[in-house]
């Protein structure tokens, strides 16, 4: 059934669909939204679910870890300080192969206290294990949770459904809320691989000496290098029921651009328009959204750019030593291209500044200008007159 | 000795790692004679987290579920709530964690899930130090203490937390102390909180550790025993964090009890005499507490 959703409700819609049962969380904004509907699912009886109220985010990934060991499916999500505690019991569940599924609110990390957007707190936990999946509408932000639990669950990885502050969290957007036989249909309970079991007394992460351990880790790289196909598979079941699917990557009017930009969540609806409204000048412009980061599709970036003169990525995050992560990520993609792209990497847009249209244009034309980029990070839009002294 | 009256079950394998004298070793292989087989036991880093065995090795005939340091409280409340969506209410959910995992890091952990009378049995087994890693002092450590952080004349100076009474203050609904050297009364009150189901009950097991006392392995239980008859470690119960139960009443000198450890080696004839008037006034207070009884 059509509603007008927020973004943050989108996934506690889809929580409720997932049939979760056991959800662990604690307050923070721009989080709240998503556990607030929660409760009140499982107050009201909509869903038939363990809430606990934890006295911290650490508390929660370690509440769901157990939870999600002991055999049910399992639900969290945070933001920013809330993801930076959890660090971790990032490590812990990835290590654990347990499929939790985790909302993840884009926001920045403090300080200065800013509540606003921002991806360095998601991309600050790129080497935990999870696997990353960006979104750009409510829509999407609906249908990803629900495949994130599929695929987590086929795959024994847990998965972070990313979405922006603000800009989709509390943005109201009409959304498709399926019924719940149809998502049935498309998630069957979960039958977890391993877990605590009474008749056969085990212990569970126990200590792994230097003779075990490497293959531990080992497998876990391995079940990322199968992630990509699974979640094609994942995407199509969901296409065959729901007759909606996003892809990796998204490539928007991309057959002969000459010039790619790249970028991931909201930022990319806005570049859309751009891309349009810059065709119609006859610019010769394209768009790659890039939605899953963990793990890092690679070989599909590089065939994706692999014609492109030039690409610019817009990065709402920063490496601080080395630059925007996307930007970075994507030059070592490209690595084994024969025709190598010359790549603008543009940071900007951070602590919840907004990337206008005028802003997208301004980046596109300063790429299509410049021969080669003046700097390995071009900080766009940093108002110089603060740093004369 | 005799263990006629409770169920002669052996949950613990005889090759575990744990040192010559452990006194949680000793404390483990009571606990699981008492609790039986129905538990899942939750073990964050400590001693028993090595102890129970490296992979592929595992020491204990019960589940265990390990976790990271700081988390049995959560850890805990999320099992029980997986366990009960699963319909297993037979199962009881026991946390199995030394006093850095408790008194320190894990204390968050642990006040939130009291807090929120997660249905649990928490047992901190106390060896007053950070044993596992090398004997680092924590907050359980008592005044008095070396450790390698408080090294010769830089001995603990300040007193030791006391755990029960901060979970008292959380008006937990049973809450005991027990001693490998009164198996008896420790396999009682494992009963006892293995009755009370519905809410968390907190277990405090005095853990006598050879190795970070520098004591013989032979002397761990004896030691582990003057400490309740020197009132040092006194056997008490909580009910709701108010009604309180004296188990035994010391008569001993604390000399007695820490003439025998290294750890205690530095201390003058004035600083005994400070410790004495230390546990003299809260075994003191806690009688006081006794008489408040509804």
Redesign the interface.
């Known amino acids: 059934m059509r509603q007008v959703l927020e973004g943050s409700h989108a996934v506690s819609e889809a929580v409720r669909l997932a049939k979760v049962?056991?959800v662990?969380a604690y307050p923070i904004t721009p989080q709240t939204h998503i556990m607030e509907a929660i409760a009140e699912f499982c107050a009201n009886g909509k869903m038939n679910?363990?809430f606990?109220?934890?006295?911290?985010e650490?508390?929660?990934m370690?509440?769901?870890?157990?939870?999600?060991?002991?055999?049910?499916r399992?639900f969290t999500a945070t933001s920013s300080h809330g993801l930076a505690l959890m660090h971790?019991?990032l490590h812990?569940a990835s290590g654990a192969r347990l499929p939790i599924v985790m909302a993840e609110v884009n926001r920045a990390l403090a300080p200065g206290w800013n509540i606003w957007m921002d991806q360095t707190d998601s991309l600050s936990q790129r080497d935990t294990g999870w696997i990353q999946l960006y979104c750009e509408d409510s829509q999407e932000v609906l249908d990803t949770t629900l495949c994130a639990f599929k695929l987590a669950e086929a795959i024994n990885l847990p998965v972070m459904v990313v979405l922006d502050a603000f800009f989709l969290s509390h943005t109201y957007e009409p959304v498709d809320v399926p019924e719940q036989n149809e998502v049935d249909k498309f998630l069957p309970p979960f039958l977890p691989r391993i877990n605590?079991?009474?008749s056969?007394?085990?212990?569970?992460?126990?200590?792994?000496?230097p003779n075990?351990y490497m293959e531990m880790r080992y497998s876990i790289f391995r079940a990322m290098e199968e992630t990509i196909s699974k979640f094609l598979e994942v995407e199509e079941d969901f296409y065959k029921v729901f007759g909606r699917k996003y892809g990796i990557l998204d490539s928007f009017q991309c057959d002969d651009a000459e010039i790619i930009i790249i970028a991931a969540g909201t930022t990319a609806s806005t570049c859309r328009q751009v891309v349009l409204d810059l065709r119609e000048t006859g610019e010769k412009v394209g768009l790659i959204k890039i939605k899953m980061f963990r793990p890092f599709p690679k070989k599909l970036i590089s065939d994706a750019l692999s014609n492109a003169k030039k690409i610019a990525v817009i990065d709402r995050n920063c490496s601080f030593g080395v630059g925007g992560i996307f930007a970075q990520e994507i030059k070592s993609a490209l690595y084994k291209n024969k025709n190598m792209p010359t790549v603008f990497g543009y940071i900007t847009g951070l602590g919840g500044r907004d990337v206008t249209p005028k802003m997208i244009e301004e980046i596109y034309f300063k790429t299509k200008e410049e021969h080669y980029p003046e700097k390995e990070s071009i900080w766009f839009g940093i108002n110089y007159e603060l740093f004369r002294n | 000795m005799n263990f006629s009256e409770t169920e002669d079950i052996e949950l613990m394998h005889p090759g575990h790692v744990g040192c010559p004298g452990c006194g949680a070793v000793i404390a483990m292989r009571l606990a699981l004679k008492a609790m039986g087989e129905k538990i899942v036991l939750v073990i964050p880093a400590c001693c028993w987290a090595v102890v129970s065995g490296p992979h592929p090795q595992f020491a204990l005939k019960v589940p265990l579920l390990h976790t990271a340091f700081e988390t049995s409280g959560a850890a805990a409340s999320g099992l029980r709530a997986a366990l009960d969506m699963k319909g297993d209410t037979e199962t009881t959910v026991v946390v199995w964690a030394g006093d850095g995992g408790t008194f320190d890091i894990g204390f968050q952990s642990l006040s939130g899930a009291v807090e929120r009378n997660e249905d649990f049995i928490y047992v901190c087994y106390d060896n007053e130090a950070y044993m596992n890693t090398g004997v680092q002092r924590s907050s359980s450590t008592p005044y008095g203490g070396q450790t390698t952080t408080t090294p010769e004349l830089q001995w603990k100076k300040t007193r030791k937390k006391n755990i029960v009474e901060s979970l008292s203050g959380h008006r937990i609904s049973y809450a005991a102390t027990a001693s490998i050297a009164f198996p008896e009364d420790l396999i009682q009150k494992f009963k006892k909180a293995m009755n009370l189901k519905g809410c968390t009950r907190f277990l405090h097991v005095f853990a006598s550790c050879p190795t970070g006392w520098r004591i013989p392995s032979e002397l761990s239980v004896k030691i582990a025993r003057l400490a309740v008859q020197t009132n040092i470690f006194p056997l008490y119960e909580v009910e709701d964090g108010i009604n309180y139960t004296i188990n035994y009443t010391g008569n001993k000198t604390v000399k007695e009890y820490l003439k025998l450890q290294g750890r205690f080696k530095q201390l003058s004839e004035k600083d005994t005499y400070e410790i004495q008037k230390m546990v003299d006034e809260d075994f003191l207070f806690l009688s006081q507490k006794v008489k408040l009884r509804r």
Do not use: R
Not at chain 1, 64 to 70: D, E, F, L
């Open positions: 049962q056991v662990s679910a363990k606990i109220c934890v006295e911290s650490h508390s929660a370690a509440s769901v870890i157990a939870a999600s060991a002991a055999g049910v399992t971790e019991l812990w605590i079991d009474m056969n007394p085990c212990s569970l992460y126990q200590m792994a000496p075990f």
